[in-house]
């Protein structure tokens, strides 16, 4: 067990610490650390770990997670609440979504290696933590900064996993999230790259219910979407039995996404979006005008099949090739017991 999941074992009583969990240095000699809060409760109980980002440009997951933190009393709980702000402290120092050491995707990188590139290692030294200690994991994100959307949530299901998609789905209700998809591993038509290096899909496969909690744009505070994932964190910590107190309202059903898929401009220009983030768009129905330099207008390609435009470009300068809208193509509705 590592530094954390050692601190909470510990039998001296309610407490809340704080720390660095040390990965190794810079040239200059600068420590290369993963900051970290725990709060220890008065009784046993489960853990719930909040992983405030994973990709650094993404901000509202980080604000909403340490301020929860800070809400709680640690001699009123039954079980433990770990917020790990960032697993990638380069990346949110330089404001970006990568690494700038290494370009890796670090939510495609877990669970690691202790040898590897400064990624997976920062990889391996979170997921070392994590294991055998956590009960309920979040791995928040936000979309591109260029992007509008309202909070939803993405999930895997692993084959070999002792937790089922039925426990995943009820975590998730909490957040009331406007889609909740589930992400082919394959990652076939949706994002390239190593999906099953997520780490909410290696949690799964730890036996750790985790999924990903999207809240909004990167790069910005949102002041709403960090207040509803606060309200979340606190009725999932209920339903844990982390903390007391009447229950608190949930989703009771979810709109469960299984294909999911980008529009692109066919050419460059000003994207004007005649919709917005959120919305349904049906069969024959253009997201938005291109206007052109010269003058001109034209209505993006209509879609051929009804969708919900999970996110919608906000940045309007657009080049043939680039996203326009993130959007749903399948679902159905889950209820929830
Ligand atoms: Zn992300």
């Not at 309610?14 to 040239?27: D, E, F, I, W, Y």
């Not at 959307?149 to 692993?158: F, G, L």
């Not at 990652?187 to 997520?198: D, F, M, S, V």
């Not at 979006?273 to 330099?293: H, K, N, Q, Y």
Request: glycine residues 10%; negative net charge; contains cysteine.
């Amino acid at each position: 067990m590592g530094i954390i999941g050692n601190w909470l074992a510990s039998d001296e009583g309610p407490s809340r610490t704080s720390g660095q969990l040390r990965v190794g240095s810079m040239a200059s000699g600068m420590e290369v650390t993963l900051p970290y809060v725990a709060l220890r409760g008065a009784r046993p109980g489960r853990t719930l770990w909040l992983h405030g980002q994973v990709h650094g440009d993404e901000i509202n997951g980080m604000v909403a997670a340490l301020r929860f933190a800070r809400s709680l009393q640690p001699e009123t709980m039954s079980g433990n609440l770990v917020v790990t702000p960032t697993g990638n402290p380069q990346a949110l120092d330089a404001r970006r979504k990568r690494n700038p050491y290494d370009e890796l995707d670090l939510d495609q990188s877990y669970p690691g290696s202790a040898s590897g590139l400064i990624t997976e290692r920062l990889a391996h030294a979170l997921f070392e933590e994590v294991r055998g200690v956590a009960d309920v994991l979040i791995n928040l994100h936000t979309m591109n900064p260029l992007f509008d959307a309202r909070p939803y949530t993405v999930y895997k299901v692993h084959a070999e996993s002792s937790v089922s998609e039925a426990e995943v789905l009820a975590a998730m209700a909490p957040f009331y999230p406007h889609v909740a998809c589930r992400q082919d591993v394959g990652g076939k038509g949706e994002l390239p790259g190593n999906i099953a290096g997520a780490l909410d899909y290696q949690c799964l496969a730890a036996g750790i219910c985790a999924f990903m909690l999207e809240l909004g744009s990167g790069s910005r505070l949102e002041a709403e979407t960090v207040a509803l994932a606060e309200r979340g964190f606190s009725t999932l910590a209920q339903q844990m039995g982390i903390l007391a107190g009447p229950p608190q309202p949930a989703a009771t059903s979810l709109r469960r996404v299984t294909r999911r898929g980008w529009i692109t401009a066919d050419e460059g220009g000003l994207f004007i979006p005649t919709t917005r983030a959120g919305e349904r768009v049906s069969e024959g129905m253009s997201i938005g005008d291109l206007l052109r330099l010269d003058g001109q207008q034209t209505a993006v390609r209509a879609v051929t099949r009804d969708g919900v435009l999970i996110g919608l470009r906000s940045d309007p300068v657009v080049h043939t090739g680039e996203r326009l809208a993130f959007v749903a193509w399948e679902w159905d509705t889950v209820p929830l017991a």
